[in-house]
């Protein structure tokens, strides 16, 4: 049993509020219109306190997507009505946002919006690509196989994304370990090593010095730099998040060796793979290129395809509107164009994204590849400086000792 928040007003247009406890918000909303009342709102008691609190986005991870669409898909085309579908669903889901957003399409739908008025209201929490297909689908009467479509495109997406993450483990790894390396040498072996030689006696050389010096000032005056660590990742990310910053991250994502091509080969498999998904559902080729373009993370390739846009508005073929996007393979022209000669955009956009999504793994394996010996590099730098802070001393004396 879980705790429902509602607001109901009676016949005599009398608001009143509190918890009704039931198993599910379909059970809630049934108990409460039993009374005659109409629901204003209906949603998951979260009780108070800091745990309660949401962090971070308020948008739904690709996996909770992929379920939504595919339970949803497979509930609909069993023949279950819209309303008992996003009740089971709700029962089913398992994290708090994902439950909040169903909790409040369901309540929607049975204050008399439709399901494509419902999933709009959830603008901030679902993707553009997924309230457009929706509504395209209900209006064509197929939301059971727009569903399903959107289940399969966000299962790709993920895998993509699910990829990148895995491939750059191991060098997150090294950069930890040469980390941690550092401090743990510099804060615990170096002050013992240097007390020990000062006791004896014998001479620093200045890269001993300048490792004590270092030493001293990190143990010392650690929350200094723990504060500046912290000031240059939030300065980092507001400057990402600021116009200039963005576009010039955006840029730079292009244009470095390796880094670049990973990028390219990224974004033209999210274009093709979304545009492809969009027209298939009944979207106009204007509607599915603004769809993704808001869907690429990429800012550059966000403005040159709001200008493909315009192109499109006057008239221009989607080919020639794309083609002074550079930064995608001259494949992508060449496959748009027979594409719209052939009438089977949809499809060659489709086999195009593959084509680009193996591209993008080969760019990716590349660039860790690259980053792996480079990582083991700065850490044998950093060690090997280390150690030759301590041994230089230590051979010293012991040449004047024999």
Same mark, same amino acid.
């Given at each position: 049993?879980?705790?429902?928040? &509602?607001?109901? *007003? %009676? +016949?005599?247009?009398?608001?009143? $509020?509190?918890?009704?406890?039931?198993?599910? *918000? =379909?059970?809630?909303?049934?108990?409460?219109?039993? %009374?005659?009342? &109409? *629901?204003?709102?209906?949603?998951? %008691?979260?009780?108070?306190? *800091?745990?309660?609190?949401?962090?971070?986005?308020?948008?739904?991870?690709?996996?909770?997507?992929?379920?939504? +669409?595919?339970?949803l898909a497979s509930l609909l085309s069993a023949g279950i009505t819209v309303v008992r579908s996003l009740d089971m669903l709700y029962q089913q889901l398992e994290t708090k946002k994902a439950k909040k957003?169903? =909790?409040?399409?369901? $309540?929607?739908?049975?204050?008399?919006?439709?399901?494509?008025? /419902?999933?709009?209201?959830?603008?901030?929490?679902?993707?553009?690509?997924?309230?457009?297909?929706?509504?395209?689908?209900? $209006?064509?009467?197929?939301?059971?196989?727009?569903?399903?479509?959107?289940?399969?495109?966000?299962?790709?997406? /993920?895998?993509?994304?699910?990829?990148?993450?895995?491939?750059?483990? &191991?060098?997150?790894?090294?950069?930890?370990?040469?980390?941690?390396?550092?401090?743990?040498?510099?804060?615990?072996?170096?002050?013992?090593?240097?007390?020990?030689?000062?006791?004896?006696?014998? $001479?620093?050389?200045?890269?001993?010095?300048?490792?004590?010096?270092?030493?001293? +000032?990190?143990?010392?005056?650690? &929350?200094?730099?723990?504060?500046? /660590?912290?000031?240059?990742?939030? =300065?980092?990310?507001?400057?990402?998040?600021? %116009?200039?910053?963005?576009?010039?991250?955006?840029?730079?994502?292009?244009?470095?060796?390796?880094?670049?091509?990973?990028?390219?080969?990224n974004a033209s498999a999210r274009f093709t793979r979304t545009v492809a998904t969009l027209l298939r559902s009944g979207i106009s080729v204007l509607q599915a290129v603004e769809i993704t373009e808001k869907s690429l993370d990429n800012v550059v390739l966000q403005k040159k395809l709001a200008q493909a846009r315009v192109e499109i508005r006057k008239g221009t073929s989607l080919s020639r509107s794309i083609r002074d996007i550079t930064e995608f393979p001259p494949m992508i022209y060449a496959m748009v164009s027979i594409g719209e000669e052939s009438g089977t955009l949809d499809s060659i956009l489709e086999k195009a994204a593959d084509f680009f999504e193996d591209e993008a793994d080969a760019a990716t394996a590349k660039m860790v590849s690259a980053l792996e010996p480079i990582m083991i590099i700065i850490m044998a730098i950093i060690v090997g400086l280390v150690v030759g802070g301590i041994g230089m001393p230590i051979l010293t004396m012991a040449q004047w000792l024999l």
């Open positions: 049993m879980a705790n429902f928040r &509602y607001q109901v *007003i %009676d +016949s005599n247009g009398k608001m009143s $509020e509190g918890i009704i406890e039931a198993t599910s *918000i =379909g059970e809630a909303s049934r108990k409460l219109k039993s %009374d005659g009342k &109409y *629901i204003a709102s209906l949603s998951l %008691d979260k009780g108070k306190g *800091i745990m309660n609190m949401e962090i971070g986005s308020p948008k739904l991870k690709t996996k909770e997507l992929v379920m939504i +669409s595919r339970q957003c169903i =909790g409040e399409i369901y $309540e929607s739908v049975q204050s008399g919006r439709n399901l494509s008025e /419902a999933f709009a209201e959830q603008r901030g929490v679902l993707p553009n690509i997924m309230i457009s297909m929706i509504s395209a689908g209900e $209006e064509s009467g197929r939301l059971d196989e727009v569903m399903e479509r959107l289940a399969e495109h966000f299962a790709k997406d /993920a895998k993509v994304k699910n990829k990148v993450s895995s491939a750059m483990v &191991y060098p997150k790894i090294l950069a930890g370990l040469t980390a941690a390396i550092s401090i743990g040498l510099l804060t615990f072996l170096v002050p013992k090593v240097g007390t020990t030689i000062a006791e004896l006696g014998g $001479e620093m050389p200045a890269l001993t010095k300048a490792l004590l010096a270092m030493s001293h +000032s990190l143990v010392t005056y650690w &929350y200094i730099y723990l504060a500046v /660590a912290g000031l240059i990742v939030y =300065g980092f990310k507001m400057w990402r998040a600021s %116009d200039k910053g963005a576009e010039t991250w955006s840029m730079l994502m292009l244009k470095l060796p390796i880094v670049g091509k990973m990028t390219k080969m």
